[in-house]
């Protein structure tokens, strides 16, 4: 199997966070003999697909190589959005003179408290996003490791072979560089000029 993980610090949040989003015990399921659909990848939209196709009633395998829920929930949205927060809440107070408020000036962060809130922001959330919730509440089959297509209706994930009638590929994204050409400014126009 893949090897575990690791987030850092080893702190009660993170530990919290790696048990729900990649469970240090986990053993894959056996394989149903047929899956309506396999979802590769566990981010956001992975996760929905999932969801959303188990609530309709189709047999749904989930397959996510590091932690469920993505960018999102582990490095994006959710830690950007708790450290954005502490920084606007010190803003608000360094500012506050204009609404006669004294002395926010003299305000300073500590850093370390604001990054402990956000693991902690962290691992309260990921429960929703854990493979305990998707196989128990949902009914989804949660395969961890990486996932490689074996043919048109089969993939296979951690020497497990898994068959499928549809398939999600949920991987997210990279940024990359455009192989378009620079777009050029156009020359300026001349203006219309008024008759005397």
């Avoid at 149903?32 to 992975?46: D, H, Q, R, W």
Wanted: proline share 6%; aromatic share 6%; net charge positive.
């Amino acid at each position: 199997m893949n090897e575990l993980p690791v987030i850092l610090p080893l702190s009660k949040n993170n530990e919290m966070l790696l048990e729900n989003v990649h469970p240090h015990d986990w053993i894959n399921p056996e394989p149903a003999s047929l899956y309506n659909l396999v979802v590769i990848g566990a981010g956001t939209a992975g996760l929905v697909t999932a969801a959303g196709a188990a609530g309709l009633g189709a047999k749904v395998a989930l397959i996510e190589r590091n932690l469920l829920g993505g960018d999102c929930l582990n490095v994006g949205c959710v830690p950007s959005k708790g450290i954005i927060r502490a920084a606007r809440a010190l803003h608000d107070c360094k500012t506050s003179a204009e609404f006669c408020i004294a002395g926010g000036e003299q305000l300073t962060i500590d850093f370390a408290a604001a990054m402990e809130r956000m693991r902690r922001i962290r691992a309260e959330i990921s429960p929703h996003d854990s493979a305990r919730r998707f196989t128990e509440e949902l009914g989804v089959d949660v395969f961890f490791g990486e996932g490689r297509f074996s043919g048109h209706d089969s993939i296979e994930v951690e020497g497990k072979r898994l068959r499928f009638k549809k398939a999600a590929v949920c991987t997210g994204a990279r940024a990359a560089a455009s192989l378009i050409p620079a777009w050029r400014k156009p020359a300026t126009l001349p203006t219309k000029q008024s008759s005397p």
